[in-house]
């Protein structure tokens, strides 16, 4: 009778996929459309309580906005049972976010950020009734709150802008400005902040007319720039702000106290295991413009602000998360090289110092991949019969061959241990010496709340938050590798369309990731929607690490140093020949896509290479001189190519490595889309392109998305993202449209 009841569904619903699976009855899924973006729940902020019983964690959900027209972005707080006997529970709603909860020691309550008149805020939230109650009302901002470990205090960070900072007497005492040197063109040093106390007169005298120009960048008639990093990600002109640490006592009416103060930044601070100190990373070189210094060093203080001491430095590198052990044996950090030189480049390490060893030096795992989220927990071992050892470990997470994989290292022991696999990305952990709790994103769910022993064996599922694609169709990726002409083992997926028929051929995407040191994969979910859409359109898909991505070590990543076009392109485009001997390919019908750096790959392919029947570049790079003055990324061009445009030698292997240059051997139909406030890549890096192939008469079409940032398709406007990927497939269907 199943049967029959199937069958009629799967002709009643003549919009649905017939799924067959061997050895099964058919069913009927349905296809992933559009708008299912708006469906994928994303869990992050992943806490266990202190008795290990329950979890609290951020969803991040897409909900309809009050009148219907648009979307909002909502996160919220959800309890989850460990024993997953229970259906997690949402623990806020409503039209304010609740960001990052975190539990009392004693586990009665949690802390979370929540934004009030516009500035986030620290509230606390008994768990055992009551509701919650804004702990912090600091005019500057609190967040990233960490309970101390006895829970009397609360450690958190804010933000302050440098004109604030001026008037600050709490976090700036002087009033004066900083050591350092503002940089202000025709002015020493010690005449930069003087105060003009002048009437502003367009006619009077030079300080008369400073002050009426004064008054004009205070009314925001003028934008006056001296910052070397002044292009944010949607606006230039950016006003340099600095992170100060604060601490308040938990309880209601408490005032917070000031930990650090003064024109530099301070940030990842964390408690000691005793709570007597407060471990943070700071700049390196105090009388360097923020600007221009690129290395951090770890340092620590007392719990009230005193005895700052520098525990870590080293001008030709940079330190950064700084993690102490419980029992303050140990201190676990990053460290990378600084780019204090053109041609830097690197990717973070897993790095141990040995507190208790005065005058010992720090050790670097050899570890080849980049850590990130660490945790200490210290595990219970059998010594012998009589005795039980302790060992204790740090837990993290590394981008990794297609996945983010969950590891654990100890200081004394240079392999680091992989706990899951590369299929898979853990998106963020929560460890104890019996438990790790983590969020997952895979093929078949783009997220959801798992819990595992500290092995990460015998997993269990605790959320149903994406449940609803277990109705779609969905196509596998396969795994091939092959070797590239540096000698170097290149990984690529293929995904066939959703259903192949028999006999049948289809349009196939090669699909790039930007960078260039970014990396795709089962296990990275920022494409699952998209891949998935245009499989369901029918679509064959191919994306591949190509030499210069992440993932994969250093060497692999430097592998495209001075050569951002034909090594990586000759790699891409090697999977999508690959790809394309498929049964189910049709030779005649390929398309190419990227944004970012792969925006750039794009654009160099189709000047190279005219396979392909279309082509949609977004947000990327094409003019890699322009790009040096117009993106805040800029600091690419010297990192790769060596120096900088005015330098002979540099400006022969920009020009070189230059779509722009170029532009005339393109014959694709090109779509080229960038949003107007994206000031990561720039707008006219598009806009030179598109004027330049209409000059021509070439088949192209640009696409501006208003307030669209370099973001937009990650966290962008939803209905930007919506928009974005419709028109990838309809200028697609203009060319290879179905047969």
């Not at 041609?343 to 005065?358: A, P, W, Y």
Request: net charge positive.
């Amino acid at each position: 009778m199943r049967f029959f009841t199937n069958l009629t569904s799967a002709f009643l619903h003549c919009a649905l996929v017939i799924s067959v699976s061997f050895g099964s009855i058919a069913q009927t899924k349905e296809k992933v459309v559009a708008s299912d973006l708006t469906r994928i729940k994303q869990l992050g902020n992943v806490a266990i309580s202190p008795d290990g019983k329950r979890i609290v964690y951020n969803v991040n959900t897409i909900e309809p906005n009050a009148d219907g027209s648009d979307y909002d972005y909502k996160l919220h707080i959800w309890l989850a049972d460990a024993d997953g006997k229970t259906a997690p529970r949402a623990l806020t709603r409503g039209s304010e976010s609740a960001v990052g909860p975190v539990w009392s020691p004693d586990g009665k309550s949690i802390a979370f950020t929540r934004s009030v008149k516009g500035k986030s805020q620290i509230f606390m939230m008994p768990l055992d009734g009551g509701e919650a109650w804004q702990l912090t009302d600091y005019k500057h901002g609190a967040g990233g709150p960490q309970f101390s470990p006895d829970g009397s205090k609360i450690l958190f960070s804010t933000s302050v802008s440098f004109a604030t900072l001026m008037t600050d007497s709490i976090l700036n005492p002087s009033k004066g400005g900083p050591a350092w040197s503002l940089e202000k063109a025709g002015f020493l040093k010690n005449e930069q902040l003087k105060k003009n106390t002048a009437k502003p007169n367009p006619d009077g005298t030079i300080e008369e007319i400073r002050a009426y120009l004064d008054k004009d960048v205070e009314d925001k008639k003028a934008k006056v720039i001296n910052r070397l990093n002044f292009q944010g990600e949607a606006s230039a002109g950016q006003e340099l702000s600095f992170s100060h640490l604060l601490v308040i006592d938990v309880k209601e009416g408490a005032k917070p106290l000031p930990l650090t103060k003064g024109f530099y930044s301070y940030g990842s601070g964390a408690w000691s295991g005793d709570g007597k100190q407060i471990w943070f990373a700071t700049r390196t070189d105090t009388l360097v413009h923020p600007d221009r210094d690129l290395a951090n060093r770890i340092c620590v203080m007392n719990a009230d602000g005193s005895g700052v001491r520098t525990v870590l430095t080293d001008k030709a590198r940079s330190f950064g998360q700084p993690t102490p052990s419980p029992d303050g044996q140990w201190l676990a950090f990053t460290t990378s090289q600084a780019a204090i030189k053109s041609g830097t480049l690197d990717q973070s390490h897993l790095g141990f110092l040995n507190l208790k060893n005065v005058g010992a030096t720090y050790s670097i795992n050899p570890f080849d991949r980049s850590p990130g989220n660490l945790k200490w927990v210290t595990l219970t071992f059998p010594k012998n019969k009589k005795e039980v050892g302790k060992v204790e470990y740090v837990y993290f997470t590394a981008s990794s061959n297609g996945g983010a994989p969950l590891y654990r290292a100890v200081p004394t022991v240079e392999k680091v241990e992989q706990l899951s696999d590369y299929d898979t990305g853990v998106t963020d952990f929560d460890v104890q010496p019996n438990q790790v709790v983590f969020a997952k994103t895979e093929v078949t769910n783009p997220s959801e709340l798992y819990r595992a022993d500290v092995l990460m064996k015998n997993a269990q599922k605790l959320s149903s938050h994406n449940d609803w694609v277990a109705k779609k169709a969905l196509s596998i990726p396969t795994k091939h590798t092959f070797t590239n002409s540096k000698g170097q083992t290149v990984e690529y997926w293929i995904m066939k369309p959703t259903v192949v028929e028999a006999g049948k051929k289809y349009p196939l995407l090669l699909n790039m990731h930007g960078g260039p040191t970014a990396m795709w994969g089962p296990g990275e979910g920022s494409m699952w929607h998209e891949f998935q859409y245009f499989c369901a359109q029918g679509y064959g898909v191919v994306y591949a690490n190509p030499r210069g991505s992440g993932g994969y070590g250093v060497e692999f990543m430097r592998a495209n140093y001075r050569d951002w076009g034909t090594g990586p392109a000759e790699d891409v485009l090697r999977a999508c020949s690959e790809a394309a001997k498929e049964s189910w390919a049709d030779t005649s019908r390929q398309v190419i896509t990227g944004g970012s750096y792969a925006g750039y790959l794009t654009a160099w392919i189709i000047a190279h290479d005219h396979r392909f029947k279309a082509a949609f570049a977004q947000r990327g790079v094409y003019d890699l001189t322009t790009f040096m003055g117009e993106g805040n990324a800029w600091r690419l061009v010297p990192n790769y190519f060596g120096g900088y445009p005015w330098e002979a030698e540099t400006k022969a292997s920009m020009d070189a490595n230059s779509p722009y240059t170029f532009v005339d051997k393109i014959k694709t139909p090109f779509l080229i889309k960038h949003g107007e406030n994206d000031l990561r890549t720039g707008v006219i890096q598009s806009e030179m392109m598109y004027k330049s192939l209409k000059i021509m008469g070439k088949e192209v079409e640009y696409v501006r998305m208003p307030g669209g940032t370099h973001e937009l398709s990650r966290s962008g406007n939803p209905r930007q993202r919506i928009d974005r990927m419709l028109r990838i497939y309809e200028f697609f269907e203009r060319y290879v449209g179905k047969k």
